[in-house]
């Protein structure tokens, strides 16, 4: 399925995944495409069951379906960031519900794939979901440092002029970049290939719908930090 070398958890430890669908068939082969991966799978078919896993297992992706038979995979989402803010979340959608994309990446879902699918892209997107979160303790003990804007890179802990900013996994991944690039401008093609670390179909739009998250939260009320130049990409300065 996968020729790269096996991910794992900082302390060695295969990371952990979970599956929540409620086509048994589906859920079945979505976990053996991910054991392949020497990856810890568990898997539930509503929600509530997949809260309840998710409290004991602790993983460190999901991949969830929109639509199950108690609630819908926004309200699993939200209960499970209760527990865990930064839990990556890759949701399942039907092909022709774009407004179920829009909502789940809206609501704080990290990315999706739509049905049918094939198990290499699921197992693609959640390996770089992972990569996001899993390694990226191992990868570096620096601050970054941009004006006022700080990111560690170990604790994830964001903070502009001394306020602590939340951020998902991929908007944390997403500043990071930018924050290791000041001054630079970086091209919606330089963001989705570093970021996503995938083709995403030419679907540039994803970046625009993060930088718009980002802006909300790092730059919201402050001098803009983050800045479009138009036909070119964006770039991240300090404030003026």
Known sequence: MSSSAPLA?????????LVVDDENNLTE???MALRYEKWDVKSAG??????????????????LDMMLPDFDGLEVLRRLRDENPTVPVLFLTARDAVEDRVAGLT????????????????????????RRTVLLQEESDSVLVVGDLTLDEDSHEVTRGGDEIALTATEFELLRYLMRNPRRVL???????????????????????????????????????IHTMRGAGYVLKPAA
């Open 29 to 31: 082969l979505l976990s």
């Open 9 to 17: 958890r900082v302390d060695g430890n295969p990371v952990r995944v």
């Open 107 to 130: 609501a704080g879902g990290d990315d999706y794939v739509t049905k049918p699918f094939s198990l290499e892209e699921v197992v693609a997107r959640v390996r770089a979901l992972l």
């Open 46 to 63: 509503t929600g509530s069951q997949a809260v309840r896993v998710a409290k004991e297992f602790k993983p460190d992706a999901v991949v």
């Open 187 to 225: 091209s919606k093609a330089q963001i989705l290939d570093r970021v996503w670390h995938y083709d995403f179909g030419g679907q540039a739009n994803v970046v625009e719908l993060y930088i718009s998250y980002l802006r909300k939260k790092i730059d919201a009320g402050r001098t803009p930090m």
